[in-house]
């Protein structure tokens, strides 16, 4: 079946710095979302990612869909202590289910 | 008030008891889920139901059974639970726009299940 994979699965950076998380998919994907956890929170939507190479931008978040849509990136710029939690990212198929990534765990010192 | 809510929030039970967890929802959709969340392991699909009558196996739904009673009301149950079934549920609900999309899900708060 469908597989979606995540790295890193832990990412600690100095608040400031920059940071990334990818996605891979064992198959091409209809879509791709990315959802945010807080510690002791419930996975909240940031946004979904549709066409072959997209790019979308939310103030300091930057999300990428890659051209062969089996790929995608979440890049934060300049990390604040706000930003800290896990993200995931849930890669839609053609059996209208989303398979999520294992998440990658952002901790940030300030 | 949350627009997707789980009940029991918490709950500590013994191997072979049989445990309900129970999700309603405010926010109208037709599409509900079932997830199940391990450290280290992302959320897995248990169970999925796009209508009320409608029930569909997710990736991991060996040891669950589901219930749609209502279009808001979607029940799991584990009828003999084990220590492996130790994890944080969550319900979520999605209203596509388009019919071949997922749409963005919208979880409850979670049901922390520890079996004994």
């Known amino acids: 079946g469908q597989q979606v994979m995540q790295i890193p699965q832990y990412q600690h950076v100095q608040e400031g710095e920059d940071f990334t998380t990818y996605c891979n998919s064992s198959t091409t994907l209809s879509n791709i979302q990315w959802y945010k956890q807080r510690p002791g929170g419930h996975p909240v939507f940031l946004i979904q990612l549709v066409k072959s190479g997209e790019v979308k931008k939310q103030k300091r978040l930057t999300f990428q869909f890659g051209e062969a849509k089996k790929n995608s990136s979440l890049h934060i710029t300049a990390t604040q202590t706000t930003d800290v939690g896990t993200y995931f990212c849930a890669g839609g198929g053609s059996n209208y289910k989303l398979t999520f990534g294992k998440g990658t765990l952002l901790t940030v010192n300030p | 008030d949350a627009d997707v809510t789980q009940t029991p929030r918490n709950r500590i039970t013994k191997t072979g008891k049989r445990i309900m967890l129970e999700c309603s929802q405010t926010?109208?959709?037709?599409?509900m889920y079932w997830y199940r969340q391990d450290p280290g392991l992302g959320l897995r699909l248990i169970y999925y139901?796009?209508?009320?009558?409608?029930?569909n196996k997710g990736e991991i739904s060996d040891g669950y059974s589901v219930s749609r009673q209502a279009q808001a009301k979607f029940s799991l149950s584990l009828e003999s639970a084990i220590p492996n079934q130790t994890a944080l549920y969550f319900c979520?609900?999605?209203?596509?726009?388009?019919?071949?999309?997922?749409?963005?899900?919208?979880f409850g708060e979670g049901s922390r299940l520890t079996v004994l």
């Open positions: 979520a609900t999605s209203d596509p726009l388009l019919a071949g999309d997922t749409g963005e899900l919208f």
């Open positions: 926010k109208g959709h037709d599409r």
């Open positions: 139901s796009f209508d009320v009558k409608d029930i």
